[in-house]
């Protein structure tokens, strides 16, 4: 069964940081392109960052730049969402999502997503 699992996710401060973990099984990751996504009640999915397969992460949205980047790990199938400076509008849940491309993390065409997991930044 192909899948892709987060974890990571938790209540934190404004001004910390958190690194979501996004592990795969079932299908070959390393050609796989990694997408994170993120929903807030009442908002629809928003794109954060989609990550190639050679690891270099792109399309990364506006209002995380310069505070969130991505990264993956071949070797052991697992790709990571790394944030900080976090804020308040950042709480959301946490999608991973695989696209067969390598290249692009269309949000209406991945291939696999996972469950999520749940970011809450609030003091």
């Known amino acids: 069964q192909s899948q892709v699992v987060e974890s990571g996710g938790a209540l934190v401060q404004p001004g910390g940081s958190l690194r979501l973990s996004c592990a795969a099984s079932g299908f070959n990751f390393d050609t796989y392109a990694i997408g994170w996504f993120r929903q807030a009640p009442g908002k629809e999915r928003e794109r954060v960052l989609c990550?190639?397969?050679?690891?270099?992460?792109?399309d990364l949205d506006s209002d995380v730049l310069g505070r969130f980047s991505g990264s993956r790990s071949n070797a052991n199938n697992t790709a990571y969402l790394q944030m900080t400076g976090l804020k308040p509008e950042d709480t959301a849940v946490y999608h991973c999502a695989a696209h067969s491309s390598g290249f692009f993390c269309p949000s209406g065409g991945m291939n696999y997503w996972g469950q999520g997991t749940q970011v809450t930044v609030s003091s």
């Open positions: 990550i190639g397969r050679s690891g270099v992460s792109t």
